[in-house]
């Protein structure tokens, strides 16, 4: 019998786990995805004609944040991501050619032409920004049906730095000119591949004027009047705790 491996089984954005959110251990098939720690952890998909096995469940992946350690978490999105991107270059973006998986590198080879398509990531950058002492920016996006407010984020142009990114999309959400930008933290976000590069920024100048496609509201709050914000182990969670209560941010 062969060793079994630890397995991170998904259908779309849900994870199999057990009622106490514990990862299965299955035995490793011809088509599953070896990564970090060799054959013994492998990820694959669960297609939704497959039947969910007896004991366990899917969970969001969103859900297993509050749930899992930051390296478990961290590793389950490492999963997720390198499943999209497999799935999502079966074929060369050259010649059309069906790809083969490399067998030493994360690569998608075309068999005709060579070519080697490898994962990609896509930079966001997220901001806090606070006005004055006690003030802290918080926006509501417009596709948010509930009541949570968050920070000013965005992709990265093409042709742009981080920090003319910042600058960029605060001004076109919430119209308003900022300075004194600073580094905090990044964290990878799976949905679909993200890296959330983290900053701090101080108002300068302009009133709120929004976005209403990306926006349905945005307000400055006293630290002690905030409304619902993210969720705890969140990079915007951590941001808001750092900016209101000097809080380290995760590494």
Known sequence: ???????????????????????????????????????????????????????????????????????????????????????????????????????????????????HQYPRLQPCIITVITRGEDEILLAKNAKNKGDMYGLIAGFVEVGETLE?????????????HI?????????????????MIAFKAEYVSGDIVLQEDEISDAQFFKFDQLPQIPFAGSIAHAMIQHVIHASKMPT
């Not at 003319?164 to 308003?176: C, D, M, N, P, S």
Request: proline share 6%; hydrophobic share 35%.
């Open 164 to 176: 003319q990114a910042v600058q960029r999309e605060t001004l076109e959400e919430v119209g308003i």
């Open 1 to 115: 019998m062969s060793e079994l491996s630890l397995a991170y089984i998904f259908q779309h954005q849900q994870l199999l786990v057990d009622d106490q959110f514990q990862l299965p251990k299955v035995e490793k098939l011809a088509g599953d995805l070896s990564f970090q720690s060799g054959d013994q952890v492998i990820a694959r998909d669960l297609y939704i004609e497959e039947s969910i096995p007896e004991g366990y469940q899917l969970v969001p992946i969103r859900q297993l944040i509050s749930q899992w350690t930051k390296s478990q978490f961290e590793q389950a999105s490492r999963a997720l991501q390198l499943l999209e991107w497999r799935r999502n270059h079966k074929f060369c973006s050259h010649c059309g050619t069906e790809t083969q998986v490399h067998p030493t590198e994360y690569a998608m080879v075309c068999p005709a032409c060579r070519y």
């Open 179 to 195: 300075d004194n930008i600073q580094y905090l933290s990044s964290q990878p976000w799976p949905f679909p591949s993200n890296l």
